[in-house]
């Protein structure tokens, strides 16, 4: 091997997989624990509209207590958080997502990918064309939005 010359990336790796999601803009890598901040679901939302290339567009995004408001398109979302101490409620706030995209009319869907440490992994795609292509490549999916933080827990 020359020297300075870069090895090419294996395009099966997990690790390029989440890099080409990253460079679309369509990777949400959300922590799922609050640790020393208190809970901020809003900016959960906000997290997924970062990344939802201009699909999911939530406005006057409000919380009060458990209960999580927002609208897309003029219709209004709502959504009920389970208190879990420091740790986050996924799988509510990745529903009323998902169910605001396709309301409106959008064929993609945040998907989950097998998570890391404390953080979960969702990629914005259309999910039937999407499973087919993680069958092949070996990609991870993880049905779960909840599944990293009982992973995180387990034991405690």
């Known amino acids: 091997a020359l020297a300075g010359r870069r090895e090419s990336p294996d395009p ?8 080409a999601f990253q460079s679309t803009g369509g990777l949400v890598r959300d922590s799922i624990r609050g640790m020393y ?4 679901y ?5 997290n997924f509209s970062v990344h939802s290339r201009g699909l999911f567009k939530p406005e006057r995004i409000s919380r009060e207590q458990d209960v999580v408001t927002f609208e897309q398109g ?4 709502r959504f009920t958080v389970r208190e879990r101490g420091d740790w986050y409620d996924l799988p509510p706030l990745l529903e009323a997502v998902n169910r605001a995209l396709e309301e409106s009319d959008v064929p993609e869907r945040f998907v989950g990918l ?8 969702f990629v914005l795609v259309i999910p039937d064309r999407f499973r087919e292509f993680a069958q092949e490549f070996q990609l991870p999916l993880e049905p779960d939005a909840d599944a990293q933080r009982k992973r995180a827990t387990k034991g405690e």
């Open 12 to 19: 099966t790796s997990r690790r390029f997989m989440a890099e």
């Open 42 to 46: 809003p900016g959960r939302l906000r």
């Open 74 to 77: 003029g219709r209004g979302y």
């Open 37 to 40: 901040e208190p809970l901020d």
């Open 114 to 121: 097998d998570g890391a440490g404390l953080f979960a992994f």
